[in-house]
């Protein structure tokens, strides 16, 4: 089955609103890392977070290993935060002795309106 | 980091025709990915690629449907053959540093089959 569940699938905001998206990965963790999708296609990391918590800017990211879990905490929404995001998972039974291979949440469609 | 370079950024063919999506690495990287994603879905994995070998492909994916070279260690090569309407989506190169395994994706290339 799918071995990274993100959630919500989609979600509405009003500008300055917080935000918070899950991961949940169902097998051994190597490393998450959260992205974020324009509208136009192209993706921006802005997590590579394996354990703990990161901070930048208005963002949080948090992983969990014992519990499986991984989220993208937005603080104080923005309009221009708009777009998908999507967690994906390196798992130790991917991983190659030359790199990692990753899979991908469903992603989460973020809309916040002015 | 890595920086990668896609070519086209996008392209329109008819049917049964073939193409190439290059990407390019501002650095020398062990192992190049190959994503693909459709229109409002994540992305998939389709193969892996290491120089001087065959291609790794993913379940679904097939050499002969979609032949990868990897020439050397800042390049490769993504042939779409016999392209069909069901082939239209973004194409993704990714790779990642030495370690911690960060990975970093290209810009993507839109393909649309007519």
């Known amino acids: 089955g799918q071995q990274v569940q993100q959630s919500p699938a989609s979600l509405v905001l009003q500008e300055g609103e917080n935000a918070e998206l899950q991961c949940n990965f169902s097998?051994?963790?190597?490393?998450m890392q959260w992205f974020y999708q324009r509208p136009g296609g192209s993706l921006v990391s802005l997590f590579y977070?394996?354990?703990g918590t990161k901070h930048s800017g208005r963002l949080t990211s948090t992983t969990v290993i014992k519990e499986r879990r991984s989220s993208l905490h937005i603080s104080s929404s923005q309009t221009t935060d708009s777009g998908t995001y999507l967690c994906?998972?390196?798992?130790?039974?991917?991983?190659?002795?030359?790199?990692?291979?990753?899979?991908f949440g469903k992603g989460a469609k973020l809309t916040v309106s002015p | 980091s890595v920086l990668l370079y896609q070519k086209p950024n996008r392209d329109i063919c008819q049917s049964g025709t073939s193409l190439k999506i290059q990407c390019v690495a501002d650095?020398?990287?062990?192992?190049m990915f190959w994503y693909q994603q459709f229109q409002e879905q994540s992305l998939m994995l389709m193969a892996t690629a290491n120089e001087g070998s065959e291609a790794t492909y993913e379940s679904g994916f097939t050499k002969d449907k979609f032949p990868i070279s990897r020439p050397n260690l800042t390049f490769s090569t993504l042939t779409v053959n016999n392209a069909r309407p069901g082939d239209s989506s973004i194409y993704f190169c990714s790779s990642h540093d030495r370690g911690p395994y960060e990975q970093y994706f290209g810009p993507g290339t839109r393909l649309t089959v007519l």
């Open positions: 977070n394996p354990s």
């Open positions: 097998t051994s963790l190597n490393s």
């Open positions: 994906a998972l390196a798992s130790t039974s991917m991983q190659q002795g030359t790199g990692s291979k990753l899979s």
């Open positions: 650095s020398q990287v062990v192992s």
